[in-house]
C-alpha cells in the first residue's frame, strides 16, 4: 500500500498534474483562468482537453460527465464515453475543448421552479476550472455551472460564485481605504464539519420509513439514549473504525483533506470534518464527501443517514459550518491584528459581520431551511431557530468600550480608542465555550451552526458572503467620501454596535426565556420553512440578491417556488409511508398480537377454569383501544392528506401542511408508538429504536 503523501489526489486533475501534462504556455492561460477569471480560448481549451483525456484514461477512466449540482441538493451526472469512430471503423478515444467547456443535458426533470418550460427542455453546463476535476469510478467529473437555455441559474454553484465574487468585490474596496495596494483578491473559506449516524444495513432494510424518507416515522423511546453523555468522543468500535479508515482512503485519493473523526453525542453518531478551503471547493467536497460516505457504507454492510433528524427524541445531525475571509497574501480578515491598524480593519470587518447577520436573519434562517431541518432547529438540542451570534466575553467587552467610550480593562488604561491600542488576542478556549448559539465567533472564523446534516452548504454561504458584502458595500461608500478616515471609521463601528447589538447573545441558546428575550428584542423565531420562506421575496432580501448580482429576481422566484415545493413533497411523502406502514404492517401486527394474548386466556381457562387471566384481559383492552385509535387517526390522516391537493396557491398549501398534515401525522405516531411498548417484541414489525441506534456495537 502506498503511503497517504504518495495517493493523495491521485485521482485530481490539480495543479500538479496540470503542470506535468500541459505546455507552459498553456499551463499558463489555464492557471490565469483559474486565478483571475480570465477567458479561456478554444486552442487553449482544447490542449486542455486533450491532457485531461489521457490523463483520466490512463487511469482507467472510460466516459466523462458534466457534473453539477441543481437545486435537488445532490450532485447529478450525465455519463458519455470518449469513444469515437476512427476512419479505419476502429475505436479512438476523443474529448474536446468545447466538450470540455459546455455541456447541453436534457434538462426538463430537474426542479426550476418554473423557470424552464418544458418546450425549453436543454439547459446548459459551463465548466468551473476553479474547481478541479476527478475521477469517480470510471468517469472523468467535470465541476461545472448549470443554466437554463436563457442563462439562469438552476443551480446552487452559479449564485454561490457570484456571491464570492461580490465579497471580493467590497472587500476589497475596503483594503484599498486601509492602504492595501496589492493584494489582488479575497477569498472566504470554509470548513463545514459533517455529522451523520450509521447503522446496519439490515436494519435499514426492515424500515420502509428509513428506506423512504431517510427518518424513522415510529419508534417508541429506548431505554438508553444519550442519557449517559457516554458516546461523545468516545473509542470508535472496530465497525465503523474500519469504515473510517475506508472513507478517508477515497476522499483523500480525491484530494479532499479529510481530517478530523469522532463518535458525537447520540449512539451511532459520528462526525467528519476537512481541512478548510475555498467556499466554492469546500462545496464541491461536502457533496462529495456525502456521497462516498454512503458508498463507503454500503461496503461494509452500513447505511449512512445524512438526515437531520433520523430518530425522534435523539440529537439530530448538522453540518457546521466555519467561515472565514482571507486574502491571497494569507491574511485572513477575521483575526485581530498585530497593530493598531489591523485591529480597526479587523474590528470593521467583525462590524460588517454583525450587521449583516443582523439585518439579513430571515435570509440566513431561509438558507437552512428544509422540512429535515425544522426538526432539529428549536428541538431542545442544536442552535434554536432563532438566529444570534457570541463573541465571548473579551470581544464583547471591547465592543462595549467601543460603544460607550469607556475604558476598557484588557487593552488600555484610558479609553479604547481605535487605531490607537491594540486588541487583545481572542484565544479558542475562551470564544468557544458556548455550543448553543447559531452563530459563534471562534477566534479567527465564524461557526454557523443551523446548516442541516443532508443539505448543500451553498445556500448559507451565498447568504452569508452577500449579506457581509453588503455591509462592507456600506461602509466603502462612507468611507471613500470621508474627509476624516480615522473618524468616520470610529463613528461607523459605534454606530454598527449600537443599532446590531440585540443580535448578540451570549447566553444558552436552549432556554425557554431567550425564546421571550428574542421577542422583546424584535428578532425573528422561524419554527419552520413555511413560516420563514416567504420572506425571501421581501423587498429588501430581493434588493441585497439582485444589487450584488448574486440571483435575478426570476431566479430568485423559481428557487422560492423550488424550496417550497419540496417542502410539501417531502411532507406529504413522509405521510403516506405513515400511512401505508401503519394499515399494512402496524394493525396487523397489534391485532396477531392481541389474538395470540387471548388464544393464551382461552387455553388457560380451558384448563383452569376460575383462572382470572387479568392479565391478558387487560393487554387485549388496552391493544383493542389502540387499535381503534390507531385505525381512526390513519384515517383521519389519510382524508388530511387527501384534501392537500385542493388548495390554489403554493403558500397556502405549505401552511395547511404544516398544520394539518404534520399535527394529523403526530396524531397517528403516537398511538402506534404506545402499541410498540406492549406487543411482544418478536411480533413487532420493524427493528426498536434500540436495535437501530446500537446496530453497529
Ligand atoms: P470543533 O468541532 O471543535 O468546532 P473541528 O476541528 O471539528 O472543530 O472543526 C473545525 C473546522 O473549522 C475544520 O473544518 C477546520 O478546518 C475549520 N477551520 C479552521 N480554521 C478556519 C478558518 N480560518 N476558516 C474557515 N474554517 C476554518
Ligand atoms: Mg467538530
Redesign the pocket.
Given at each position: 500500500m502506498e503511503s497517504v503523501p504518495e495517493y493523495f489526489g491521485s485521482l485530481v486533475f490539480d495543479d500538479r498534474v496540470m503542470k506535468a501534462h500541459l505546455s507552459a504556455s498553456v499551463y499558463a492561460s489555464l492557471r490565469k483562468t483559474i486565478d483571475e477569471g480570465e477567458k479561456l480560448d478554444a486552442k487553449v481549451a482544447d490542449a486542455v482537453a486533450t491532457a485531461m483525456r489521457e490523463w483520466a484514461v490512463q487511469h482507467g477512466a472510460t466516459h466523462f460527465t458534466h457534473w453539477f449540482q441543481p437545486l435537488t441538493g445532490i450532485t447529478a451526472e450525465k455519463h458519455d464515453s470518449f469513444i469515437s469512430r476512427a476512419p479505419d471503423g476502429r475505436v479512438i478515444m476523443e474529448f474536446s475543448g468545447k466538450e470540455l467547456i459546455k455541456g447541453e443535458p436534457d434538462a426538463s426533470s430537474f426542479p426550476s421552479g418554473g423557470l424552464r418550460a418544458t418546450f425549453e427542455a436543454r439547459g446548459s453546463t459551463a465548466w468551473d476550472p476553479t474547481s478541479y476535476a476527478f475521477i469517480k469510478g470510471k468517469t472523468l467529473c467535470i465541476p461545472t455551472a448549470f443554466c437554463s437555455y436563457g442563462g439562469e441559474a438552476l443551480d446552487k454553484k452559479t449564485p454561490l460564485l457570484r456571491s464570492m465574487e461580490a465579497l471580493n468585490r467590497q472587500a476589497l474596496r475596503i483594503l484599498r481605504l486601509f492602504g492595501n495596494t496589492t493584494v489582488k483578491h479575497v477569498a472566504c473559506?470554509?470548513?463545514?464539519?459533517q455529522e451523520y449516524f450509521l447503522i446496519t444495513r439490515e436494519m435499514y432494510d426492515r424500515r420502509p420509513d428509513l428506506k423512504f424518507t431517510g427518518r424513522t416515522l415510529f419508534g417508541a423511546m429506548p431505554p438508553k439514549g444519550q442519557e449517559m453523555d457516554d458516546h461523545y468522543f468516545g473509542s470508535i468500535v472496530p465497525k465503523v473504525a474500519a469504515f473510517m479508515n475506508d472513507l478517508n482512503e477515497e476522499l483523500w485519493k480525491l484530494g479532499i483533506?479529510a481530517?478530523?473523526e469522532?463518535n458525537e453525542v447520540a449512539p451511532g453518531q459520528h462526525?467528519l470534518?476537512?481541512?478548510?478551503t475555498t467556499t466554492n471547493v469546500a462545496t464541491d467536497h461536502n457533496q462529495l464527501t456525502m456521497e462516498i460516505m454512503q458508498r463507503v457504507a454500503e461496503k461494509h454492510g452500513l447505511v449512512c443517514l445524512l438526515h437531520e433528524k433520523p430518530f425522534a427524541g435523539v440529537n439530530g445531525s448538522g453540518k457546521?459550518n466555519?467561515?472565514?475571509i482571507?486574502t491571497d497574501a494569507g491574511q485572513?480578515l477575521?483575526?485581530p491584528g498585530e497593530t493598531p491598524h489591523d485591529d480597526a480593519q479587523f474590528l470593521l470587518f467583525l462590524c460588517a459581520v454583525i450587521k449583516a447577520v443582523d439585518d439579513y436573519q430571515d435570509l440566513l434562517r431561509i438558507s437552512v431551511a428544509t422540512a429535515g431541518n425544522d426538526h432539529r432547529l428549536g428541538a431542545n438540542e442544536a442552535p434554536p431557530a432563532i438566529v444570534s451570534m457570541f463573541l465571548g466575553d473579551e470581544l464583547n467587552g471591547v465592543l462595549e468600550a467601543i460603544e460607550t467610550d469607556s475604558p476598557y480593562a484588557g487593552v488600555a488604561k484610558t479609553q479604547m480608542k481605535l487605531g490607537v491600542d491594540v486588541l487583545p488576542k481572542f484565544n479558542r478556549d475562551t470564544t468557544?465555550r458556548n455550543r448553543t448559539s447559531p452563530f459563534a465567533f471562534?477566534g479567527?472564523?465564524f461557526?454557523f451552526r443551523m446548516v442541516g446534516s443532508a443539505d448543500s452548504i451553498a445556500c448559507a454561504n451565498i447568504m452569508l458572503n452577500t449579506a457581509v458584502a453588503e455591509s462592507l458595500r456600506i461602509y466603502a461608500d462612507r468611507l471613500e467620501k470621508a474627509d476624516n478616515f480615522a473618524d468616520t471609521l470610529h463613528d461607523m463601528i459605534r454606530k454598527t454596535i449600537k443599532d446590531h447589538k440585540r443580535i448578540i447573545f451570549n447566553g444558552n441558546g436552549y432556554d425557554e426565556s431567550w425564546i421571550k428575550e428574542a421577542a422583546a428584542r424584535g428578532l425573528c423565531n422561524f419554527r419552520t420553512t413555511a413560516d420563514c420562506l416567504p420572506h425571501l421575496l421581501d423587498a429588501k432580501n430581493v434588493d441585497l440578491l439582485t444589487r450584488h448580482g448574486v440571483y435575478s429576481e426570476t431566479e430568485l422566484k423559481a428557487r422560492y417556488g423550488a424550496i417550497l415545493e419540496t417542502y410539501c413533497k417531502t411532507i406529504l411523502i413522509e405521510a403516506k409511508t405513515m400511512l401505508s406502514m401503519a394499515k399494512t404492517q402496524i394493525l396487523p401486527a397489534v391485532e396477531a398480537y392481541t389474538a395470540t394474548v387471548a388464544t393464551a386466556a382461552q387455553a388457560k381457562k380451558a384448563l383452569c377454569p376460575s383462572l382470572a387471566c387479568a392479565y391478558e384481559t387487560e393487554t387485549v383492552e388496552r391493544l383493542s383501544a389502540l387499535t381503534d385509535r390507531i385505525a381512526a387517526e390513519a384515517a383521519k390522516l389519510e382524508q388530511t392528506v387527501a384534501a392537500a391537493h385542493a388548495f390554489r396557491t403554493m403558500e397556502e398549501q405549505s401552511v395547511y401542511i404544516r398544520d394539518a398534515v404534520r399535527g394529523a401525522m403526530l396524531s397517528l405516531r403516537t398511538p402506534c408508538d404506545e402499541a410498540e411498548t406492549i406487543v411482544g417484541k418478536g411480533a413487532w414489525p420493524f427493528p426498536t429504536y434500540a436495535d437501530i441506534l446500537f446496530s453497529t456495537r
Open positions: 473559506n470554509v470548513g463545514p464539519e483533506f481530517k478530523t469522532h462526525e470534518a476537512p481541512i478548510f457546521h466555519n467561515w472565514s482571507s485572513n477575521l483575526s468557544d471562534t479567527n472564523k461557526e
